[in-house]
């Protein structure tokens, strides 16, 4: 019962989802979702948004999840829809980051012959922390609550509830209470203290690899205290969740991730690493004759919080331990690119970006192209945020960019995305048409697989006709234009950084979303 009207389990999931906080269900559906779509319509604070493939769904939760700091819905068809939506979901439980899944399934019957009928199940574990399948309507709805609660968990979970069609259908006593989340917990002070000892004894030599809620504002302020007075280097994991970044923040170098001599280069003067919310740092591919985890040798390494812990309380308390002055962080001074001209290449691309990035932005990025000047092209931008693509898996950016949209609509996001990666969930962009997301796509047009290329001449200088037409994109070449305008987004075409400059500084002043195919 819910007040004096009887309620079914679909309706009670979402009631119970509302309660909790959710407020998008990122939707493909099917046969076995209907009494959920029949619902949406009585529960006006959680609201469906339509994805054209479930890689699109996952991956709008991902970026939803780390601008929002809680999950989202998403609602996937048996197990060929959750195996769509695969890709993304790998990505945000590397990130990780809070979602729920939905996943309908025929009714228990025994056996199912349907040709849909998979083993959910099985299929969910590889990418979830958290599964269950939901026995019957009246359990429905504290399995959500459940499902919830598990996701909101530090650092973050990804939760599948895979629901029988007789689980949403059938009546029960309506929504329940959210469930208490427990609080990050505490980093114990004999670990704090150890690692002021190391700090202290070894100052300069040391290096604070942070991740997590260590690179937000309050996790850098600690951080940059440290710093200040150890004279000790701030590094970032090798592909941060989310990044807060430039004026007037500390200053901090990412790890590099792709080669692993330089990952090497640039940790072999520290004799002490500290991971703060970080894992031993692992190379991008790991390969036969690639040493992992990337530690120098003669460097320890010492962890001061997990990921599950309060990583900035215990940042806070080692600041403290050290006598650390509120206030004494030094902080990234303001200064922009220069607008570059003529020839477009990822360097000047990262310039046009840098020149006009707003205030607030939120940048997703994905192209290996341009990764490598984007940082310190803008170090000194407007504050801003910025996303890594965690999992590696290509097809994230556009749909991350649109979750991210949503999670925050007052901001502005930039996605920068690679022509072959991010083609795979190309589909994002009409979600971005439909919903009117200001979000815009500058798409790294260099026609190949350049990531492969390079990996590739690791083996041989010269690969065979083959193994090259396997790395390139033309014959023919994509004309993301085209593919962008069919989905309902404005797009042009930039071939020199003045035309960049101009259609960046266009797409910016306008409402909704744009795509912008920069040929390098």
């Keep these: ?90 990505n945000a439980r590397k990130a990780p980051s809070p979602i729920v899944n939905l996943v309908g399934k025929n009714a228990e019957r025994d056996p199912d012959l349907t040709p849909l009928a998979a083993d959910v199940l099985a299929l969910a574990r590889p990418v979830s922390h958290w599964c269950k399948v939901a026995s019957s309507s009246q359990t429905v709805a504290a399995d959500t609550a459940e499902a919830i609660a598990t996701a909101r968990q530090a650092p973050g979970q990804v939760a599948t509830l895979i629901l029988p069609a007789n689980a949403q259908s059938g009546s029960c006593a309506g929504p329940v209470e959210p469930l208490v989340v427990p609080p990050p917990r505490s980093v114990d002070g004999g670990v704090v203290d150890r690692v002021a000892r190391v700090v202290t004894e070894h100052k300069a030599a040391v290096a604070l690899v942070l991740h997590a809620s260590a690179l937000n504002p309050r996790g850098l302020d600690a951080a940059g205290r440290i710093a200040a ?31 692993p001599s330089a990952a090497l280069e640039a940790l072999k003067t520290f004799r002490s690493l500290i991971l703060v919310g970080a894992t031993r740092y692992q190379p991008y591919f790991l390969l036969e004759d690639t040493p992992a985890p990337l530690i120098p040798s003669g460097c320890d390494v010492v962890e001061l919080a997990s990921a599950g812990e309060d990583i900035v309380g215990a940042l806070e308390a080692l600041a403290d331990a050290l006598d650390a002055p509120r206030g004494a962080a030094i902080r990234q001074q303001a200064g922009r690119p220069g607008v570059p001209t003529g020839t477009l290449t990822a360097s000047a691309i990262n310039a046009v970006v840098g020149a006009l990035l707003p205030e607030g932005a939120i940048v997703v990025q994905t192209s290996t192209s341009g990764a490598r000047d984007f940082l310190p092209l803008t170090q000194g931008c407007p504050p801003h945020s910025l996303l890594f693509n965690t999992g590696a898996s290509i097809g994230w950016g556009m749909p991350a960019a649109a979750g991210a949209a949503l999670a925050c609509p007052d901001r502005r996001v930039i996605s920068l995305a690679a022509d072959g990666g991010d083609v795979l969930s190309i589909q994002a962009l009409w979600t971005q048409a439909r919903e009117g997301l200001n979000v815009t796509t500058i798409v790294f047009c260099n026609r190949e697989y350049k990531i492969l290329r390079n990996e590739i001449e690791r083996l041989t200088k010269d690969p065979g006709p083959r193994a090259r037409s396997l790395l390139s994109l033309e014959n023919p070449a994509m004309d993301f234009v085209l593919l962008a305008r069919g989905m309902g987004v404005p797009a042009s075409r930039a071939e020199t950084a003045e035309s960049l400059h101009e259609a960046l500084g266009r797409a910016l002043r306008e409402p909704g979303p744009h795509l912008i195919e920069a040929v390098i």
């Design 1 to 90: 019962m819910f007040g004096d009207v009887v309620v079914n389990g679909a309706e009670a999931l979402l009631r119970t989802g509302a309660a909790a906080g959710i407020e998008y269900c990122f939707c493909n559906p099917g046969s076995t979702e209907m009494e959920l779509l029949v619902a949406f319509d009585a529960i006006a604070e959680l609201r469906p948004v339509l994805g054209l493939h479930e890689n699109v769904c996952t991956g709008m939760a991902d970026g939803y999840g780390r601008m929002a700091d809680r999950p989202a819905f998403t609602l996937m068809h048996q197990g060929a829809g959750l195996s769509n939506g695969s890709a993304n979901l790998h």
């Design 229 to 259: 007075v150890t004279g000790c280097t701030l590094l970032a994991e090798s592909i941060p969740r989310r990044w807060e970044r430039g004026a007037g923040l500390p200053a901090v170098r990412m790890i590099p991730c792709l080669v």
